[in-house]
T-cell receptor
Framework: AAGVIQSPRHLIKEKRETATLKCYPI?????VYWYQQGPGQDPQFLISFYEKMQSDKGSIPDRFSAQQFSDYHSELNMSSLELGDSALYFC???????????????FGQGTRLTVV | AQTVTQSQPEMSVQEAETVTLSCTYD???????LFWYKQPPSRQMILVIRQEAYKQQNATENRFSVNFQKAAKSFSLKISDSQLGDAAMYFCAYRGDSEYSSASKIIFGSGTRLSIRP
């Protein structure tokens, strides 16, 4: 079965550069979540989209932005990168309609961003 | 705001024995979902088991089962016949199910690192 695809898997950037992370959800999933997991940390919610509209916002810095496109894939844009942005960035997808039974989120393998 | 608490940063169990990981949560919602995710060294986030709050029966998946106590807001994971491959970080997670919150975010606990002694 198709899973959540994230690209790239690894990314190395210098301080003050920009980065774009991509997420392709499971087919028919209309909801995408972005999480940031620092070393030894639990995943922290950044932002989510449902039907191409932002549905919730967490601890996402103003330097970051994201959107969900018409084909439901999502991109996380990160500018003015800082050393502290080094982390594993997870994307997850699910069916957003809470009336449906299978509402668990399926996670991609993550993009490991290293800022040097 | 909803919170998820895992009070055991690390646990260790002998291979083939049983171990229970604890999780408590706080919410004012009546309908929600609870999950246990496993994160092995590869750091892939893998769903282990899911519990719907409206169901009284505890979920089970092979060697994994939960003890869901809604009134106490407790959701522990029991792993029976522990195997070396069970070694990982385990995250307890919560997702709301309000009719006004489509696509509710998943909130994670701080995790419990489980090691298996051969």
């Amino acid at each position: 079965a198709a899973g959540v695809i994230q690209s790239p898997r690894h990314l190395i950037k210098e301080k003050r550069e920009t980065a774009t992370l991509k997420c392709y959800p499971i087919p028919r999933h209309d909801t995408v979540y972005w999480y940031q997991q620092g070393p030894g940390q639990d995943p922290q919610f950044l932002i989510s989209f449902y039907e191409k509209m932002q549905s919730d916002k967490g601890s996402i810095p103003d330097r970051f932005s994201a959107q969900q496109f018409s084909d439901y894939h999502s991109e996380l844009n990160m500018s003015s990168l800082e050393l502290g942005d080094s982390a594993l960035y997870f994307c997850a997808s699910s069916l957003g309609d809470s009336r449906l039974l299978n509402t668990e989120a399926f996670f991609g393998q993550g993009t490991r961003l290293t800022v040097v | 705001a909803q919170t998820v608490t895992q009070s055991q940063p690390e646990m260790s169990v002998q291979e083939a024995e049983t171990v229970t990981l604890s999780c408590t949560y706080d919410t004012s919602e009546s309908d929600y979902y609870l999950f246990w995710y496993k994160q092995p060294p590869s750091r892939q986030m893998i769903l282990v088991i899911r519990q719907e709050a409206y169901k009284q029966q505890n979920a089970t998946e092979n060697r994994f089962s939960v003890n869901f106590q809604k009134a106490a807001k407790s959701f522990s994971l029991k792993i029976s016949d522990s195997q070396l491959g069970d070694a990982a970080m385990y995250f307890c997670a919560y997702r709301g199910d309000s009719e006004y919150s489509s696509a509710s975010k998943i909130i994670f606990g701080s995790g419990t690192r489980l090691s298996i002694r051969p």
